[in-house]
């Protein structure tokens, strides 16, 4: 018996077109080790493969590996058999995911992708799903989780999966908090963008104008603004909705971006707000000041709007 620490290990099989892949990337993105196709040769080397020393972090890691009918060696029946000695020989706690899917929902994405199936490249697609779903039946028996693909899109799938291997604490989205200044261009990456531009500008201060958001004179004139309560407490509640929606979907990044001018007074201060008050939230964001460090220059704030006293 190996004295290697048991590993969680998934192995993901199915029909050709049933969402393997899709399967392998919203595990790997859930924090798993993957592996796809590996030579079924290939399997025993990898787990007695060790950590690197004083390095566990990958030991703890759960393993998913894609198999099919195209893996080198593949044999169902010497799988099974393979499953059961690993589980003997190492104490690995190996689970089997099979992915099916109807006859004819298979033949409409083949039709749909225009790719050939991989068993029957010179033949009708329905040939090859009709001999890989013998190929492989000894596995689909042998499986303990079965997932139906026929009615499902790619994202119902990408949810089931989340659901049922994500554990109790998803992974959060990597969060960024941008500023910005419209006159140098919009952020190429933001998911949502928030324009700060109808706050006064502090750049018509003389007092405020070298400055930046992240001064609190600087902050304290931004705040002033009859406009900025509300605009807040709106722009907060919006936040709060859609960033836990957004990690339920899966999404790895999220940049919220808020942009003014130049990018050095109103959209760094509000920036810096919304991250004080997503952290008093739970969330952990990095914040980010594209254009803090350029020249203050009047040219690209335009000409400041000015109120008229007195009659019309």
């Avoid at 989780?145 to 990408?158: C, E, G, Y």
């Avoid at 659901?163 to 941008?178: D, H, M, N, Q």
Wanted: charged share 30%; net charge neutral; aromatic share 6%.
């Amino acid at each position: 018996m190996s004295g290697r620490k048991p590993k969680n290990i998934l192995l993901v099989t199915g029909m050709s077109g049933a969402g393997k892949s899709t399967v392998l990337r919203t595990l790997e993105d859930l924090g798993w080790e993957v592996v796809d196709n590996l030579p079924l040769i290939l399997l025993n080397r990898l787990l007695d493969t060790d950590p690197g020393e004083g390095d566990d972090s990958d030991s703890d890691r759960p393993l998913a590996l894609g198999i099919g009918t195209q893996t080198r060696g593949f044999d169902a029946e010497s799988i099974v058999r393979r499953i059961k000695k690993l589980r003997e020989d190492y104490r690995h706690d190996i689970g089997t995911l099979f992915l099916e899917c109807s006859g004819a929902e298979l033949q409409r994405r083949y039709a749909e992708t225009r790719r050939r199936h991989p068993l029957e490249q010179d033949r009708p697609a329905a040939d090859g799903i009709a001999r890989e779903r013998e190929l492989l039946n000894p596995l689909r028996r042998w499986s303990n989780r079965l997932i139906d693909t026929t009615t499902l899109s790619a994202n119902d799938l990408q949810q089931q999966i989340r659901a049922t291997f994500a554990g109790e604490t998803p992974r959060a989205a990597v969060l960024t908090i941008l500023s910005f200044g419209y006159s140098r261009g919009l952020p190429r990456d933001a998911d949502l963008v928030f324009d700060m531009r109808f706050l006064r500008n502090p750049h018509w201060d003389e007092s405020l104008r070298p400055g930046t958001g992240q001064d609190p004179d600087v902050a304290a004139y931004v705040a002033a603004d009859s406009a900025y309560p509300a605009a807040m407490a709106q722009i907060e509640a919006l936040l709060l909705l859609l960033l836990p929606r957004y990690q339920a979907e899966g999404k790895a990044y999220v940049t919220v971006a808020f942009g003014c001018t130049g990018g050095r007074h109103r959209s760094v201060h509000v920036a810096e707000r919304m991250s004080r008050r997503l952290r008093e939230e739970g969330f952990s964001p990095t914040v980010l000041h594209r254009d803090l460090k350029t020249a203050p220059q009047d040219s690209l704030e335009g000409t400041p709007v000015t109120t008229r006293r007195g009659g019309v």
